[in-house]
């Protein structure tokens, strides 16, 4: 791996910078995204705030007069054609301004999916869409009964004519309250192989029979909800690829899904931000980092693990760049990011002490706001919310039968 910048790719960095110096809008600057709950962009374009959206509107066409909603996209769709390592320096960019992503699952797994596997109708009625944030989509992949074992899904599709039928359940879909769309696996015969038998289906979010309910985690915030499916009738034309076909499909999008570099980018900042506030006078005072060499150590290898995050991260891009298929590497980086993750989280509680124990940012105390959470109890949030990474977008269980099969020829067990 080469990680200097060509001079043709120091030149595109310092355009991206410029861009986003120039045209973020200054709400969404330090990471001001979204409205504390379900964040981000998505969120946004559907606030009740006019000012939100029109934060989310005017950041939504400044990229797209760059061909940068979906810069990895091809030109032909819209896209602006980035090399790989283009792509990877946009990300990290983006993602070192906290400049939130314009199009959500949309641009990022469905887009490329149907740009795959989708006919030149679905191509020119979907994903203009997705490019102008007219829709935002959400996955419907897990069930109850089928998380890591996905091919268990039970949520059923029959034909009936031109129309499928759905009935079913899925859970943990990520910003469906705010999405406009939903693309699903279902099962369309349930007498075929697990993996097969299966078929990828779009349908809008306002069929009727199709119902969406939240789901509050441990932290208090809406991010994900609960789907139900009762008689959903879904136009045929709808069916991404062949039916019973629908795995191999999916299994493409997951593909698009398991790399990325924002990840390292991100607790790398955290990092940052911890060495700048403890010294501080209220980081001196609040922190218990001069108390324990403990801590010293352990911070220190956070920071070491951030680096060698990134590195995966640069490793993946440059086999993709060099024209290889990451397989077993990208589950190396899901399961490293993922507990790195929650070992940051960790370390971060356990340095403010029982400081950490507390959740709200400013809370009253008699006619005045005291500020009683070290760095705005971001590490406590982040412990809360840190549980579920090494579950979703495949456990880390799996991830490590990834590693042993595919990487080290081990025998399934």
Do not use: C
């Not at 709950?37 to 374009?45: H, S, V």
């Not at 069930?143 to 034909?159: C, H, I, K, N, Y």
């Not at 097969?196 to 939240?214: C, E, Q």
């Not at 760049?321 to 070992?343: D, T």
């Amino acid at each position: 791996m080469d990680w200097a910048d060509s001079p043709e790719q120091a030149a595109f960095r310092s355009e991206v910078r410029t861009f986003i110096d120039a045209r973020l809008p200054d709400p969404y600057r330090n990471g001001g995204a979204g409205d504390g709950e379900t964040g981000g962009w998505q969120a946004d374009r559907k606030s009740e705030d006019s000012s939100r959206r029109d934060v989310a509107i005017a950041w939504a066409n400044a990229l797209a007069e760059k061909g940068w909603v979906a810069p990895h996209w091809p030109k032909q769709y819209g896209g602006a054609g980035l090399t790989t390592m283009e792509q990877f320096i946009f990300n990290q960019e983006m993602a070192e301004a906290q400049a939130p992503p314009v199009g959500g699952m949309g641009v990022s797994l469905l887009g490329p999916t149907l740009i795959v596997h989708g006919n030149d109708e679905q191509k020119a009625e979907h994903l203009p869409k997705i490019l102008s944030g007219e829709v935002a989509w959400a996955q419907g992949y897990s069930e109850p009964g089928a998380g890591s074992d996905l091919a268990s899904l039970q949520t059923r599709a029959v034909r009936d004519g031109d129309e499928y039928v759905i009935n079913g359940q899925k859970i943990w879909t990520s910003g469906a309250h705010t999405a406009d769309w939903l693309f699903a696996l279902v099962r369309t015969d349930p007498e075929a192989p697990k993996h097969r038998g299966i078929s990828f289906l779009m349908m809008d979010k306002g069929t009727p029979g199709l119902s969406v309910r939240p789901l509050i985690n441990m932290g208090w915030t809406h991010g994900f909800n609960e789907t139900f499916f009762e008689d959903v009738r879904v136009p045929a034309r709808n069916l991404i690829g062949e039916e019973n076909r629908g795995w191999y499909v999916g299994m493409t999008l997951l593909d698009f899904e398991r790399s990325g570099i924002s990840g390292a980018v991100e607790y790398r900042r955290n990092i940052t931000d911890i060495r700048a506030f403890v010294k501080t006078e209220e980081g001196q005072r609040v922190s218990r980092l001069a108390q324990f060499n403990t801590l010293r150590h352990e911070l220190a290898d956070r920071a070491i693990e951030t680096d060698v995050l990134f590195n995966f991260a640069f490793r993946i891009v440059s086999m993709q760049a060099a024209g290889m298929v990451p397989n077993y590497e990208a589950s190396m980086n899901k399961l490293f990011g993922s507990e790195v993750h929650q070992r940051l989280a960790r370390t971060g509680t356990k340095l403010f002490g029982l400081y950490s124990n507390i959740w709200q940012d400013k809370p009253i105390h008699g006619s005045a706001q005291v500020d009683y959470a070290p760095m705005d109890g971001h590490f406590t949030r982040d412990y809360v919310g840190s549980v579920p990474h090494t579950i979703f977008s495949g456990s880390s269980e799996i991830q490590r039968n990834v590693i042993a099969t595919r990487g080290l020829g081990l025998p399934r067990g």
